[in-house]
């Protein structure tokens, strides 16, 4: 069984058909962030990733009920996540659990873990902890066609769990 990344969560592996394998970030800097919501619920995301037809894939998968991340992709690998290829080769996804129109998805466990999860990944690859790095979906540039995490997304509340979090580790 590979290793994860980040520690005591499990290894969901995406096809092999779905990300691309390198060796970051020595082949690519990482220096973004981005967030997704998955329109669709965990284990739908997660089977998605491992269908090998799909062509996208996230590293991250972060569940709403109680905060439960699985990882999909290795950090060293590029996951086809956010529909640009440069933007894929420098970040790290986190797909998020939930329905953009619908605010009840982003639970407070939600935050704190996917939270929690940025803070590490900022302090491991010395990524700015700020909105040029941590990014929506929504703001990768053409050919993108997504809008998530949309407007229910709540950037005040995650960017202060974010800073919290990097500051206590």
């Known amino acids: 069984m590979a290793t994860i990344d980040y520690s005591n969560f499990i290894y969901l592996p995406a096809s092999s058909n779905n990300y691309t394998v390198a060796n970051r970030p020595y082949s690519n800097l990482i220096d973004k962030i981005i967030i997704h919501v ?46 640009n290829w440069p933007y894929n080769q420098n970040s790290i996804g986190i797909e998020h659990e939930g329905f953009v129109d619908d605010p009840k998805w982003f639970t407070e466990a939600m935050y704190d873990s996917s939270a929690r999860l940025t803070a590490y990944l900022c302090n491991k690859y010395l990524i700015p902890i700020d909105r040029d790095h941590i990014i929506g979906h929504v703001e990768v540039p053409y050919p993108n066609d997504h809008y998530d995490p949309g407007y229910n997304w709540n950037w005040y509340k995650y960017m202060d769990y974010v800073l919290y979090y990097a500051t206590i580790v």
Request: hydrophobic content about 35%.
């Open 38 to 83: 998955a329109q669709g619920s965990w284990s739908s995301a997660v089977n998605w990733f491992q269908n090998s037809y799909a062509g996208v894939s996230a590293h991250y998968t972060v569940r709403s009920s109680d905060g439960f991340v699985g990882q999909s992709v290795r950090e060293k690998d590029i996951a086809w996540h956010a529909g």
